[in-house]
């Protein structure tokens, strides 16, 4: 066995060293991975541009697929260069470097949909590295045994392996290919939700919880494609999956009924859109803003800064108030009074005035000034208009509408009236006119007890 192994990985190359096919296959092998390297080079740099342009940011990964290209391209120019060249020529050497281009290759773009998968925003998470050294692990291996020429060898004895597990027979070369099977499934079909989830965020036409939705539809029919495929892969009869899916829904109709109604509330909210992220909203004495809408449940952000969980199916049971506004504006009024021997003209053109300079009041539509009616003290006027993100607040700029205001009346000499009341006493006269006698020391008077 020694000797074979020994033989299978230098003899052949031993063999042609110091002939002249050597050198032939040194200078395929170099002028290969040269031109492999140039076209892994443009490659990179393309791509690299078009994030830059399109995604404004590089991917988190990119870094493993841009390594992957050179080992990758280089296998398939080796692999082109040994099929041209076999016919008139020993190729040991361009097979021995097959192995390490394909399997430092396959690492590197493994690490890729790895980093894609399980990190978000550039914040890895924690079962990334377990993944790779796995991945890793696994590549090498089958390395080694290609270039020692026992995988066969070590795949015939895996089969020999018997074992049952329930009413099904197994070897370990079968269990071990369909997890092989369900871990690459799995890990694709997350990748392909990740990159489907990315590129319908950055759609500028889709409503943000339009976006949600598919997104998250779209990753649970990745995930049960995988899973079905996995399955099959693996020979396990899908048809079983019918009686779990009645026993299920059984469970869900009696002992998670609740979830499940927070569930379908998730959705139903994000297919509506009644509250959208963002959202200032007031439900069951609590303000806040929404920062998360998750299938489960809603994230709100107190006036406080505390973040409180709400189910779903609260927000659909119970009354909820939504103070944002889908236009981002709002109308409001501001009311004075005048005195009777006022300019009202005058007093109604310095209401338009007071708004200006004022921060996020609209010049479209104008401010417009009303004569409201007639008080007992004075005329009484009202100004209606219109504040930008009404939804931040209308007492600040209500505040400096009001010091404009009573800074142009001022100058201007319209005066504000304020409330006068005479009060007549029906036979005070007779009152008044007896005579008031003091039974005791005033209180005030000098000398008077404590």
């Keep these: 066995m020694h000797n074979r192994i020994f033989f299978h990985l230098f003899g052949d190359v031993a063999h042609d060293f110091g002939q002249p096919v050597m050198l032939w296959q040194v200078g395929v092998l170099l002028g290969t991975?040269?031109?492999?390297?140039?076209?892994?080079?443009?490659?990179r740099r393309t791509l690299d541009l078009r994030r830059q342009t399109r995604y404004q940011a590089l991917r988190f990964g990119a870094e493993s697929l841009n390594r992957a290209f050179f080992p990758l391209i280089g296998a398939a120019l080796v692999w082109i260069a040994q099929a041209v060249a076999a016919p008139f020529m020993h190729t040991a050497l361009l097979d021995l470097a097959l192995v390490p281009l394909f399997g430092i290759g396959l690492i590197y773009v493994m690490f890729f949909l790895?980093?894609?998968?399980?990190?978000?925003?550039?914040?890895?998470?924690?079962?990334?590295?377990?993944?790779?050294?796995?991945?890793?692990?696994?590549?090498?291996?089958?390395?080694?045994?290609?270039?020692?020429?026992?995988?066969?060898?070590?795949l015939d004895w895996m089969a020999s392996v018997h074992f049952r597990v329930a009413n099904a027979h197994m070897t370990l070369?079968?269990?071990?290919?369909?997890?092989?099977?369900?871990?690459?499934?799995?890990?694709?079909?997350?990748?392909?939700?990740?990159?489907?989830?990315?590129?319908?965020?950055?759609?500028?036409?889709?409503?943000?919880?339009?976006?949600?939705?598919?997104?998250?539809?779209?990753?649970?029919?990745?995930?049960?494609?995988?899973?079905?495929?996995?399955?099959?892969?693996?020979?396990?009869?899908?048809?079983?999956?019918?009686?779990?899916?009645?026993?299920?829904?059984?469970?869900l109709g009696f002992g998670l009924q609740k979830i499940a109604s927070n569930y379908v509330s998730g959705f139903i909210i994000l297919i509506d859109r009644s509250l959208r992220i963002g959202d200032t909203i007031n439900t069951g004495g609590l303000q806040g803003m929404v920062t998360q809408i998750r299938t489960r449940?809603?994230?709100?952000?107190?006036?406080?800064?505390?973040?409180?969980?709400?189910?779903?199916e609260k927000l659909i049971t119970d009354v909820v108030q939504n103070q944002s506004?889908?236009?981002?504006?709002?109308?409001?009024?501001?009311?004075?009074?005048?005195?009777?021997?006022?300019?009202?003209?005058?007093?109604?053109?310095?209401?338009?005035r007071a708004t200006d300079g004022v921060e996020r009041v609209l010049r479209d539509p104008a401010p417009t000034?009303?004569?409201?009616?007639?008080?007992?003290?004075?005329?009484?006027?009202?100004?209606?208009?219109?504040?930008?993100?009404?939804?931040?607040?209308?007492?600040?700029?209500?505040?400096?509408?009001?010091?404009?205001?009573?800074?142009?009346?001022?100058e201007n000499a319209i005066s504000i009236p304020f409330s006068q009341r005479e009060v007549r006493i029906v036979g005070a006269g007779d009152i008044l006119s007896r005579p008031v006698t003091m039974t005791g020391d005033a209180a005030n008077e000098p000398g008077s007890a404590a």
């Design 33 to 43: 991975l040269a031109l492999a390297w140039g076209l892994a080079w443009l490659l």
């Design 114 to 154: 790895a980093r894609r998968v399980f990190a978000s925003h550039g914040e890895a998470h924690k079962w990334l590295f377990l993944v790779e050294k796995v991945v890793s692990l696994i590549v090498w291996i089958g390395m080694v045994l290609t270039v020692m020429g026992i995988q066969d060898d070590v």
């Design 173 to 251: 070369l079968s269990l071990s290919t369909g997890l092989l099977w369900v871990c690459v499934t799995m890990i694709v079909a997350m990748w392909l939700g990740a990159a489907f989830e990315e590129r319908l965020m950055r759609s500028n036409t889709l409503d943000v919880n339009l976006k949600v939705v598919v997104s998250r539809v779209g990753r649970a029919l990745f995930v049960l494609a995988a899973v079905l495929i996995s399955l099959s892969l693996v020979g396990i009869d899908i048809t079983v999956l019918g009686v779990f899916g009645g026993a299920l829904g059984v469970g």
């Design 297 to 312: 449940y809603t994230v709100v952000r107190g006036l406080d800064g505390i973040e409180t969980l709400i189910p779903n």
């Design 325 to 352: 506004s889908y236009l981002t504006r709002g109308y409001t009024k501001i009311a004075v009074a005048v005195a009777y021997t006022s300019d009202v003209e005058q007093a109604m053109q310095l209401l338009v």
């Design 369 to 410: 000034p009303y004569l409201a009616g007639f008080g007992p003290d004075g005329i009484n006027l009202e100004l209606g208009f219109w504040i930008e993100d009404a939804a931040l607040g209308t007492g600040g700029v209500r505040s400096a509408v009001n010091r404009n205001l009573w800074r142009l009346f001022g």
